[in-house]
Antibody, heavy 114, light 107 residues
Framework: QVQLQESGPGLVKPSETLSLICSVS??????????WGWIRQTPGKGLEWIAS???????YYNPSLKSRVTMSVDTSRNELSLILNSATAADTAIYYC??????WGQGTLVTVSA | DIQMTQSPSSVSASVGDTVTFSCRAS??????LAWYQQKPGKAPKLLIH???TLVSGVPSRFSGGGSGTHFTLTITSLQPEDLATYFC?????????FGQGTRLDIK
């Protein structure tokens, strides 16, 4: 059974970079043709899809975030990462990683504040 | 982007009742419509994909239907543990989009 666990700093200063890691266990990311992704959730905007990608490097981004976001899949570490540049208070959210939007991590709260 | 609109925003029902949630899309959904259940403090859990396919382990009292731009999630014989917020989601086209959710309270 696949398990996903997000990690990263819970507090980021405005204009700085938000970086998150999702550690995957129970399945090898180098096998199969799964899509991995990131989603965030806020009380105001609800659930917002950020990006999805596969082990081959094919990645799709939400156009609303594309200019600031990079997602990557590292099969050697069995993890995926998310980098969001120039963070603002509007990026304060619970961030989830996911396999195929079917299995989700427990989520990690990131607050953007000075 | 395809906008997903759910109604009602909240509903209160009793144990044993049947409830139906609505999800309307701003454009036709041709391939992938999913429903998630989110309990307080937890991550969303996939219940149904491809409009009506129940995920393994999900009770059969949950069912999905619809086509085109109108989709429904029905829960029969409501149980106390069904207290949650329910979201629809489309992945027919990028960007993937979610509805704003329907909160289900148990009387």
């Amino acid at each position: 059974q696949v398990q996903l666990q997000e990690s990263g700093p819970g507090l980021v200063k405005p204009s700085e970079t938000l970086s998150l890691i999702c550690s995957v266990s129970g399945v090898s990311m180098s096998h199969g043709t799964h899509y991995w992704g990131w989603i965030r959730q806020t009380p105001g905007k609800g659930l917002e899809w950020i990006a999805s990608g596969d082990k081959g490097g094919s990645t799709y981004y939400n156009p609303s975030l594309k200019s600031r976001v990079t997602m990557s899949v590292d099969t050697s570490r069995n993890e995926l990462s998310l980098i969001l540049n120039s963070a603002t208070a509007a990026d304060t959210a619970i961030y989830y990683c996911s396999r195929q939007l079917e299995d989700w991590g427990q989520g990690t709260l990131v607050t953007v504040s000075a | 982007d395809i906008q997903m609109t759910q109604s009602p925003s909240s509903v209160s029902a009793s144990v044993g009742d049947t409830v139906t949630f609505s999800c309307r899309a701003s454009q036709e959904i041709t391939t992938y419509l999913a429903w998630y259940q989110q309990k307080p403090g937890k991550a969303p859990k996939l219940l149904i994909h491809s409009t009506s396919t129940l995920v393994s382990g999900v009770p059969s009292r949950f069912s999905g239907g619809g086509s085109g731009t109108h989709f429904t999630l029905t829960i029969t014989s409501l149980q106390p543990e069904d207290l949650a917020t329910y979201f629809c989601q489309q992945a027919t086209t990028f960007p993937v989009t979610f509805g704003q959710g329907t909160r289900l309270d148990i009387k």
